[in-house]
């Protein structure tokens, strides 16, 4: 089956940054985005990439300050956060679409998913 491995979560300082990356082991995608979930919040989106053409997406909390890339050599997603707030405090989830259109925001268009990372921002 195909794997989709989060890394680059912790613990950093408000103002601070960290970025995350997501390694799948073959690339037979469209679309790869980024979803993270609060304790006791539905889960939301963060930010989503196509593939072949490179157009990039974000949530409004989040524009400005984050950044999602691709490394095609890699096979890997990066989401490069920068002046983050403790608002951003989530278990954060790669996930990967099979799917060429429709709305990258919406999860159930996604058809395989990381185990999550954990990022924690301190006051």
């Known amino acids: 089956q195909v794997q989709l491995v989060e890394s680059g979560g912790g613990l950093v300082q408000a103002g601070g940054s960290l970025r995350l990356s997501c390694a799948a082991s073959r690339r037979t995608f469209y679309t790869m985005g980024w979803f993270r979930q609060a304790p006791g919040k539905e889960r939301e989106f963060v930010a989503a990439i196509s593939w072949s053409g490179g157009s990039t997406y974000y949530a409004d909390s989040v524009k400005g300050r984050f950044t999602i890339s691709r490394d095609n050599a890699k096979n890997t997603v990066y989401l490069q956060m920068n002046s983050l707030k403790p608002e951003d405090t989530a278990v954060c989830y790669c996930?990967?679409?099979?799917?060429?259109?429709?709305?990258?925001?919406?999860?159930?268009?996604?058809?395989?998913w990381g185990q999550g990372t954990q990022v924690t921002v301190s006051s």
């Open positions: 996930a990967a679409s099979v799917f060429s259109s429709g709305v990258v925001t919406t999860a159930s268009r996604y058809n395989y």
